[in-house]
């Protein structure tokens, strides 16, 4: 498999839960860059967080190779992310009582 230019990479960044969760598993195989568990954990927590269904069992699985110390920074970097990358929030639709 061909290497992935890591400025490309970084520069597009996924915002929504496929694109997370395919950034997921980049990184947990070293598809095209180098195994980075980190990086790996914190995109499946991300796609988990926005509603991917196979996101945390594979986060779960990432988890279990990791110590504590590297959980606790691949969840600081997720929420990191997160406070940059707000989605919108939908309408709420309120009805009045009749």
């Known amino acids: 498999m061909a290497d992935i230019d ?6 597009s960044e ?11 598993m ?3 195989a070293g598809a095209g860059v180098p195994v980075d568990l980190i990086e790996a ?4 927590n991300i796609a988990a967080m926005r509603g991917h269904g196979d ?12 110590s ?10 997720a929420r990191d992310w997160l406070k940059g ?9 309120i009805r009045a009582a009749a």
């Open 85 to 93: 990358h707000q989605q919108p929030q939908a309408p709420i639709a």
């Open 6 to 11: 890591m400025a490309a990479l970084t520069a």
């Open 55 to 66: 996101a945390a069992p594979l986060r779960r699985e990432i988890a279990e190779l990791m």
């Open 41 to 44: 954990h914190k995109w499946f």
């Open 14 to 24: 996924p915002a929504d839960a496929k694109g997370c969760f395919e950034r997921g």
């Open 26 to 28: 980049i990184y947990s």
């Open 68 to 77: 504590d110390a590297e959980i606790g920074r691949a969840q600081r970097a």
